[in-house]
């Protein structure tokens, strides 16, 4: 079946550091993948997508390519501010048809001042 | 409302009771999904409603779990006979459902804890 295997976290930065947090991801077909956010106190929003290989889903400073070859949707952001602290979660929606989400277990971010 | 709204935000029962949890979906969207967030874990899907048809339940862990929407529009899920290990976070949400990669808009959640 579908499943999303993400780095373990927290992650913790200082503020402006490069962030990376790995996700890949098994299914048949081509899924469209997802990475959602979920800040302190509130409920999970969309962060970005792709819905197919190669392209890139970007928003707020963060970015994430749609690796076919490597089956991997990795969130990059260039300088992170501590308001991006949150639980990152990755996410596919199946090629199949079956429309229900699988999330990966999510991933903590901590950013110092 | 402008978003996905979940009643009660916060709710504690005794081991054996039967709990209810609401869930009202944005207007117009006719996807509805159940998810359960356990403390260090991920979202674990639990039931699926899109429009008319049948509801997925593949994802509900118990017959002690059930799950109705009614008019294609509020949902209510059913945790009977509680135990301690259905203490969660539950998470309601939506979808228009148009082809693929859609986005779910989730609400903030019902905070479950059986004592």
Request: with cysteine.
């Amino acid at each position: 079946g579908d499943s999303v295997t993400q780095m373990e976290g927290p992650v913790t930065l200082s503020e402006e550091a490069f962030l990376t947090i790995n996700c890949t991801y098994t299914a048949t077909g081509y899924p469209s993948l997802f990475w959602y956010v979920q800040y302190p106190g509130e409920g999970l929003q969309l962060l970005l997508k792709a819905t197919k290989a190669d392209d890139k889903g970007s928003n707020k400073g963060f970015e994430a390519t749609y690796r076919k070859e490597t089956t991997s949707f990795h969130l990059e952001k260039g300088s992170v501010q501590v308001s991006d602290s949150a639980v990152y979660f990755c996410a596919l929606e199946s090629a199949g048809g079956s429309y229900i989400p699988t999330f990966g277990r999510g991933t903590s971010l901590i950013v110092h001042p | 409302g402008a978003g996905v709204s979940q009643s009660p935000s916060n709710k504690v029962t005794e081991k054996g009771k039967d709990v209810e949890l609401r869930c009202d979906p944005i207007s117009g969207h006719t996807a509805l999904y159940w998810y359960r967030q356990s403390l260090g874990q991920g979202l674990e899907f639990l039931i699926y409603f899109q429009g008319n048809s049948a509801p997925d339940k593949s994802g509900l862990p118990s017959d002690r779990f059930s799950a109705e929407r009614t008019g294609g529009s509020v949902s209510t899920l059913t945790i009977q006979r509680t135990q301690q290990e259905d203490s969660a976070v539950y998470l309601c949400a939506s979808s228009r459902r148009e082809g693929s990669g859609n986005t779910i808009y989730f609400g903030e959640g019902s905070w479950l804890t059986v004592v």
